[in-house]
């Protein structure tokens, strides 16, 4: 699909520089910029690659004036990046706007589809599904029975949603991931063998949820597992049975939440975190990544280590740490003073 200059212009009620009929159809980045690109400067660090790049379009500030001639044809806004990233968004919207029933599918006659619904093909969509208006199913997913998925949210290639599972609007399911499996639930036994504890609660995700490749939340014991409205969820994260994640909190990649643990609101997880089961995590919480949680958190703290500690006291006793040795030296040398004296 092409654009015109002027047309982009419209969209980001923006000025053009140039010629307004230049047509773009791709996006890139400013230094790998080429011809029919659209592109954008924000950071001064990149400004010299105005002057010799091969996109199209150039989408900059207002404030921007150039010291040498261009090829490009400017678009002037208020916020580059923030203009760019609107047609980021624009651009997304119309590649993932298909619409239909592709066959080879499965669809149970019992589902209900509200209007302008994509399901892909092999897709499987269990009986009692609701799909509301707007949902996209790519091929090869899996809709368990009795799932709800409401208006506008996008359900990725090979992702796996179980039976009982409730999904909000506006949401973004990428592929791989496993909304709605077993919960890890295990007695054990006088023999020392283990006896699986049947997990027959569920899963409710809110609204403007997004939850990355790979990543995996388990169904309630009994109950829900709930992930709050704006949570942002990275690849490969590990959310255990009866789990609750308070709005607008981000986790990062590879980290892993024990069961029945409530992380509260606008909280940011870093990389590799592990939670321990049944604790409460307060709101405003920082966690730096890599750290070990295995006690109660209050609001607002900023931790890091395993196990987690204050953030500035885990900064002051590394600086001990990295000088350790001299320490130890330093120590060994006293003995050896007072032991001669």
Do not use: W
């Not at 039976?163 to 639930?185: H, L, M, Q, R, Y």
């Not at 997004?210 to 939340?217: R, S, W, Y």
């Not at 870093?270 to 730096?288: E, L, R």
């Amino acid at each position: 699909m092409k654009f015109t200059a002027q047309q982009i212009a419209g969209i980001l009620e923006g000025d053009v520089v140039g010629n307004p009929d230049i047509e773009v159809s791709k996006l890139a980045k400013i230094e790998e910029g080429f011809e029919g690109a659209l592109t954008f400067l924000a950071n001064p660090k990149y400004t010299s690659h105005i002057y010799s790049t091969n996109a199209s379009v150039t989408i900059v500030n207002k404030t921007f004036k150039p010291e040498h001639n261009l090829k490009t044809t400017l678009i002037k806004v208020d916020d580059a990046y923030l203009a760019f990233s609107k047609i980021l968004e624009y651009y997304n919207s119309v590649k993932l706007n298909k619409v239909g029933i592709e066959q080879p599918s499965l669809i149970s006659d019992s589902a209900k589809c509200g209007d302008n619904v994509y399901i892909g093909a092999f897709s499987y969509i269990g009986s009692n599904v609701t799909l509301g208006d707007n949902v996209k199913v790519f091929p090869n997913a899996y809709i368990g029975d009795n799932t709800v998925i409401d208006d506008n949210t996008i359900v990725f290639s090979g992702a796996k949603i179980y039976s009982e599972t409730i999904i909000g609007k506006n949401c973004i399911i990428n592929s791989g991931v496993i909304i709605g499996a077993d919960g890890f639930g295990f007695a054990p036994s006088e023999d020392g063998s283990y006896k699986k504890i049947p997990q027959i609660g569920n899963v409710i995700i809110e609204d403007f949820v997004d939850v990355g490749a790979a990543t995996t939340i388990d169904r309630a014991t009994l109950g829900s597992t709930i992930i709050r409205a704006g949570v942002k969820l990275d690849n490969q994260i590990q959310i255990a049975h009866n789990v609750e994640i308070g709005r607008n909190t981000v986790i990062a990649a590879q980290t892993g939440i024990a069961g029945s643990t409530k992380i509260g609101e606008n909280c940011q997880i870093g990389g590799q975190v592990g939670i321990a089961g049944h604790i409460s995590i307060g709101n405003n919480v920082k966690i730096q990544a890599q750290s070990g949680i295995g006690r109660n958190v209050k609001d607002d703290e900023v931790l890091q280590g395993s196990p987690a500690i204050k953030l500035s006291d885990y900064n002051k006793a590394y600086v001990h740490f990295k000088n350790l040795p001299n320490i130890v030296k330093n120590i060994n040398d006293l003995e050896k003073i007072n032991g001669n004296s």
